[in-house]
Nanobody
């Protein structure tokens, strides 16, 4: 079994910062892309940021320059440092990891349960 455990969400004022963490645990052989998606109330889930096993990153235009994604391969953990937060960043943030492990013989996508980030104006 593979589990993703997220932490770091909460309430913050506009202009503030938060750091999200997501740790993958269980039977893991290799980890590929790790990312953070977010879903605001009444909207579709969207990619916020992602990072490959080689360290290449992609960001949504709306978060470029404010969010930084990083990973610790030894800990199978991905982070999202969020600075200069805006009310429109309010959403449930979901960790997504593509990895080879668990009971499957091919890489699969796993999702965390989500952590709520609320930015007040």
């Amino acid at each position: 079994q593979v589990q993703l455990v997220e932490s770091g969400g909460g309430l913050v004022q506009a202009g503030g910062s938060l750091r999200l963490s997501c740790a993958a645990s269980g039977t893991i052989f290799s980890v590929n892309v790790m990312g953070w998606y977010r879903q605001a109330l009444g909207k579709q889930r969207e990619l916020a940021a992602r990072i490959t096993s080689g360290g290449s990153t992609n960001y949504a235009d709306s978060v470029k320059g404010r969010f930084t994604i990083s990973r610790d391969n030894a800990k199978n953990t991905v982070y999202l440092q969020m600075n200069s937060l805006k009310p429109e960043d309010t959403a449930v943030y979901y960790c997504n990891v593509n990895l080879l492990g668990g009971v499957y013989d091919r890489a699969m996508d796993y999702w965390g349960k989500g952590t709520l980030v609320t930015v007040s104006s």
